[in-house]
């Protein structure tokens, strides 16, 4: 390698090739040789800071303090180091190792391994990196994909991604893509589609376009406008998918509502469940009410509150709780009315109407009607009935061979 140049302080110079390592003094601007005007350094560039490079350049390294300007395309073999300042580039920006203290900004694409910068980094056109670490808030206007993203503010992506894992302390904004892993301590927004694997967010999701995913875990809310594919979701506020939702368990502390919902395993959900369509699940359990065209589980539904159905609601066994109000037929093996509950049409097996419930009818093998209750219309069984005394029954039971659907 030659001799290193040095450009002095407050000079302005014109360079073209530098055998070895270049020193730049304070306030000096360089510009280059050539069309477009480049200036290439073999070795290693040290700025002493306010520097401005008015050309595009090409180094093995770059070491600065304060502030460096660049006004062209920056590609720099191994490292770019800034301390106690900011780096801008306008034009497109090339490196190993990125380490900026404050800011960098790239009026273009940035390629680099890793990118660690401790204030604000702001790219206008498409960001590729391996690692990208920012302290600050993290903008870029084009694609962006890098396996690992550790932001202490916010990420602003414009275009779509492809990420391996993203931790966010604060808001994440993200026009849609592939993010494998999701952490986020604030509020995650994706305008578009979204492939991922695990979604962790401490406030609230909001999700546009038909998305699929396994995993996710939210304290506030979720919200995703399109079908949803996932395996478990867990949200400890509310929960509106408008279009199907389909996946293993739904779990949800308040408020939940789906345009249709299809699980292979449980649904719990603390208030209440609206769907325009049919949910369907193993189990159910909602401690407030539920509304659907239609409900179905293959096992157990206990729902606390009211239950509103044009089709009804089956199961293997269904238990309805005190003072709840059910509009729409109950149908399976096993049916338990709480106290001064309020049902229509009930089929089953074995049906308890437990003091002070009411209905429109029962059919059953076995039923029990206990003190206070009132079923206003017919009565058919094929076993056994047992009638509290003070029970009203506007109709005698009538025993049958068969049962009606």
């Known amino acids: 390698m030659g001799e290193s140049m040095s450009v002095p302080a407050r000079s302005t110079v014109t360079l073209g090739n530098v055998d070895g390592d270049l020193e730049v003094g304070e306030y000096a601007v360089v510009k280059g040789t050539g069309t477009p005007p480049t200036i290439k350094v073999d070795g290693t560039i040290h700025c002493a800071g306010h520097n401005k490079f008015e050309c595009n350049v090409t180094a093995e390294s770059l070491e600065a303090e304060e502030k460096v300007t660049v006004h062209g395309d920056l590609d720099v073999k191994e490292n770019v180091e800034v301390e106690d300042g900011s780096l801008e580039v306008y034009g497109k920006m090339n490196a190993q190792d990125i380490d900026v203290d404050d800011k960098l900004y790239v009026s273009r694409d940035l390629h680099a391994e890793n990118v660690d910068i401790g204030g604000s980094l702001n790219v206008d056109g498409s960001v590729e990196a391996e690692e990208i670490d920012v302290g600050g808030t993290f903008e870029t206007k084009g694609k962006l994909k890098a396996k690992s993203i550790d ?10 991604v492809e990420v391996e894992t993203l931790d966010v302390g604060g808001t994440v904004r ?26 962790e967010v401490g406030g609230t999701v909001n999700i546009r376009g038909n998305s699929k995913g396994e995993e ?14 996932f395996t478990e979701i867990e949200v400890g506020g509310r929960v509106e998918i408008t279009g199907t939702a389909t996946g293993n368990e ?16 449980t649904l719990e959900v603390g208030g209440k469940i609206s769907s325009n369509g049919e949910i369907t699940a193993r189990s159910i359990e909602v ?28 199961a293997r066994s269904i238990e309805i709780g005190r003072h709840a109000k059910v509009r729409g037929d109950l149908r399976a093996e096993e049916i338990e009315i709480e106290r001064d509950a309020r049902v229509e049409n009930v089929y089953g097996k074995r049906i308890i109407l437990r003091s002070g419930a009411s209905a429109n009818s029962a059919y059953g093998e076995e039923i029990t009607v206990e003190s206070h209750c009132r079923v206003n219309g017919e009565i058919q069984y094929t076993r056994e009935i047992r009638v509290a005394p ?7 039971p009538q025993k049958v061979d068969k049962l009606p659907l």
């Open 250 to 265: 739904l779990e949800v502390g308040g408020r939940a509502e789906v345009g249709s919902l299809k699980l292979s395993r």
């Open 390 to 396: 003070d029970a009203s029954l506007t109709k005698t």
């Open 216 to 229: 996710i875990e939210v304290g506030g809310s979720f919200r995703t406008e399109g079908d949803l594919e």
């Open 151 to 160: 932001v202490g503010g916010t990420v602003l992506a414009g275009a779509v």
């Open 287 to 314: 401690g407030g009410s539920l509304e659907a065209k239609k409900a179905t589980a293959e096992e157990h539904v206990e729902v606390g509150g009211s239950v509103d159905t044009s089709e009804g609601l089956r």
């Open 174 to 199: 993200v026009a849609g893509g592939k993010i494998r892993e999701i952490d986020v301590g604030g509020s995650f927004e994706s305008a578009g589609p979204l492939e991922f694997e695990s979604i």
